[in-house]
């Protein structure tokens, strides 16, 4: 039996994403500002296809110029060094209201959030002025991982 040493990498497959994402619930942001690249790290909800989250009004990546644009988003789960999972999803940032055409898809997205964040939107809710519901419609997701030694598991002695 050979045994292995170094880390394996390797694409995860899309059940492996989805699990992934479903799974955690905190991620990062990335986005494109006029004074170049910024991240945030969020709370979010997947399903879908897409990520929700809730923010500030006043949060510099829906401000207008930026609500509609492309973004990343990003989750890792991580045991050791080279024991980890990773996953990027592209998409386009948009904001729900909870009238409108979009009331449907808010108040789903407000009850997932709440599975996060007790008592989101509701009385108690620990950051009431996170008041602003976002989707990002995943266009390409993609993830990696590594296995520390391979495959076959910890060297044996």
């Known amino acids: 039996m050979e045994i292995r040493t170094k880390p394996e990498f390797r694409a995860l497959e899309a059940d492996e994403i989805s699990a992934l994402l479903a799974r955690n619930n905190v991620g990062?942001?990335?986005?494109?500002?006029e004074d170049g690249v910024d991240i945030r790290p969020l709370h979010y909800v997947y399903f879908d296809d897409a990520i929700?989250?809730?923010t500030a009004p006043h949060a510099k990546f829906i401000q207008r110029d930026f609500v509609g644009e492309r973004v990343?988003?990003?989750?890792?789960?991580?045991?050791v060094v080279f024991g980890w999972?990773?996953?990027?999803?592209?998409?386009s940032l948009s904001t729900?209201?909870?009238?409108?055409?979009?009331?449907?898809?808010?108040?789903?997205?407000?009850?997932?959030?709440?599975r996060v964040t007790k008592n989101?939107?509701?009385?108690?809710?620990p950051v009431p002025e996170r008041d602003v519901v976002f989707r990002i419609a995943a266009e390409e997701m993609t993830g990696r991982a590594s296995a520390p030694f391979g495959?076959?598991?910890p060297p044996q002695a």
């Open 120 to 125: 989101a939107f509701a009385p108690g809710d």
């Open 28 to 33: 990062r942001l990335a986005f494109v500002t």
């Open 52 to 54: 929700y989250g809730r």
């Open 151 to 153: 495959r076959g598991g």
């Open 85 to 91: 999972r990773s996953v990027l999803v592209r998409g």
């Open 96 to 114: 729900l209201a909870p009238d409108g055409p979009a009331a449907p898809e808010w108040e789903r997205a407000a009850r997932m959030l709440q």
């Open 72 to 79: 990343v988003f990003e989750v890792d789960e991580v045991e």
